[in-house]
């Protein structure tokens, strides 16, 4: 799965990083390569699924995109 960042300059001199499809997803870090790695990390964060409980008649399926 490819998904789009935007990485820019933020006014502390840290490099922020946010992912527009995934309201809410941000991340910074000292250096480019720092933001590029702290925004991947909130990316599995942010997809990561909820434990849950299923309940009878309901599957659990994950599909790879």
Not at 52 to 64: G, P, S, Y
Request: with cysteine; net charge negative; aromatic share 6%.
């Amino acid at each position: 799965m490819n998904i789009k960042i935007i990485l820019e300059p933020g006014e502390d001199g840290y490099f922020v990083a946010h992912v527009p499809a995934l309201k809410s997803c941000w991340s910074q870090g000292k250096t480019k390569a720092e933001a590029l790695a702290n925004i991947r990390e909130a990316i599995d964060l942010y997809l990561e699924p909820e434990a849950m409980e299923l309940v009878a008649n309901q599957e659990l399926i994950e599909l790879q995109v």
